[in-house]
């Protein structure tokens, strides 16, 4: 019923998109700049440092439908797009890509792609329907079924515990404000990272502390929406990197030695408005700021004064212990990087400005989204430098756009096509220039549910229509296609 794609299947439903510009997939560069002559195109391309990781980034209620299936218990996010008013058009993800049937095509879809990695994530829910107790089984095999056919296509799994999808049953018990919220995610995330031991070689703890717990704890935009404020808010923060602290040492606990632990952190990168002295050491200063509830605390065990000092009383209430925990040593940090903000050197206490975007600041799809190629050269840069990190994954990058089937059924994506050759051209000079980015994950493999706004912004690079789920590769596929094979922009 849902037939693997061969590789020459892909090829014939990318090279449908533009077959002049079909791409040798035996295309290689080998010198710093490779060959004019490239089969890909005329511009001299750059290249990316050998064993380069290529990957395609997915997130379970995004992608899995499937929400009762094998013993699924309830998520915040089931309950938060089933209230009428939260999601654009009223859209649930009950269904969404139906990855969790139909994960082999889109294993397929990966290797017409040509890319060696996936990161994905793990339904708490799935695994533990109550958040804690009694593991369910059929959860867990539907992961080991999905990691082994990866291994089988010469894909490595990158597995992300946490992307947001808490079980309902430890809302009910004040979710990330409880601190036990944070131990029973330690439980969980080395309960399953002990069943994947061997088959997986890279776990992340979450997927953006700073965007659940702003957004759905802070502001009611995204689940549990509880719009806190103050105090309260803080320490919710608080015990979501506790849980990351807690969980980086029960998957240590439960894998081998040759496993690596990290985490997902989503940051607005900072950027100097220019590349001036001045303005860098603002915009690295502002990194470890702007980071502090976060990166900053998770590399360095500790709240910066300047933080603690501008919270006030609102500041959260911790131990030192907690803070060694919060610091546990990791072995790489990945960074989400859409866009970033623009810094200044100021005379102030700070040392820095940041600049507000014009509002003829040109953006994608999505209104978050200001295109700012230089916010993927200059954050992982900058997060290394400031914070002592030395091994970083874009576990996403990538932009939404409306492109949608033509009258021949083809999907040309040129926005995003022009958002990926601009930011993969700056990660490729970041790297140059030193920056220790060992992988891309680019997001996202498949139009999904975007969260609060639904179906109405598509992430993917392959078109998905949702009422007969059939997936077609859009332009940007074939584009993405050609940076791995070549290894170069
Ligand atoms: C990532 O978040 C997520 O990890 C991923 O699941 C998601 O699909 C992807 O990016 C694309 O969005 O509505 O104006 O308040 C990116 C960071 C932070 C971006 C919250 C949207 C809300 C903006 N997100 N933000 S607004």
Known sequence: MNPILTRRQFTKAIGGLAAACAIPLAAKASAATAAASDAQGSA???????????????????????????????????VYAHTPGRIVHGDTADVADDSYHRYPEDIALMRGLGVGAYRFSVAWPRIFPEGTGKPNAKGVDYYKRLVDALHAAGIEPYCTLYHWDLPEALQRKGGWQNRDTAKAFADYAGYMAGQL??????FMTMNEISTFIGNGYGSTSMAPGLGLKGQALEQARHYALLGHGLAVQAIRAATNAKT?????EGINAAMPAFDAPEHVAAARKAAVEQNAGYLTAMHTGRYTDQYLKTLGADAPKFTADEMRIIGSKTDFQGLNIYTGDYYIAADNERGYEVVPFPSSYPNMQSSWIQFAPGAIYWGPKLMAEALGISDIYITENGTSSTAAPDSQGRVLDTDRVMFLQQYLAELQRGIADGAPVRGYFLWSLLDNFEWSRGFSERFGITYVDFATQKRTPKLSSQFYRGVIASNAI
């Open 44 to 78: 001299a391309k750059r290249v990316f440092p050998k064993g380069f990781v290529w990957g395609t980034a997915t997130a379970a209620y995004q992608v899995e439908g499937a929400v009762k299936a094998d013993g699924r218990g309830e998520s915040i996010w089931d």
């Open 197 to 202: 031991d061997g088959r997986v070689r890279h």
């Open 260 to 264: 690596r632990v990290g985490s997902a």
